[in-house]
Each structure stands twice: as structure tokens, then as C-alpha cells.
């Protein structure tokens, strides 16, 4: 079963948890990040519905104000 939904640059994914997450958005340079608009970049908890905005900084790309339970 899948539990989050990952849409970077326009394209979704589903994942089955978060270190599945975390796998795909290492994948992603921080460079495509500062050349391309983030507006189509978020994570939803399909479990909850809440959707979380993605970010970056020199390190990478990582969720905005997601807490793992």
C-alpha cells in the first residue's frame, strides 16, 4: 500500500513510506531546483490528506514543516 503521493516538477510518484520519499528526492540536484519552479513540487499523506511543500537548500531538496511520527 502506498501511503504518500510525491509530485516533483509536475511529475507524481507514489511511495509506500517515507524513506521512499527520501530516496527520490535525493535523486533531485538542488540545481534543478534553483532553474525550475518548486510551485509544482509537494508531497501529500494520503493517509491524512495533508500536502507538504518542497524546498531546497545547498544539501538537497527536503519537506517543509513535515514531522515524522
Known sequence: ??????????????CRDYDDVLLHLKQVPPQRAEIETLEQCYLIDMQTGNKYMIDYNNKGLFIKDFNKE
Open 1 to 14: 500500500m502506498f501511503q504518500y503521493k510525491l509530485v516533483l516538477f509536475g511529475f507524481p510518484d507514489l
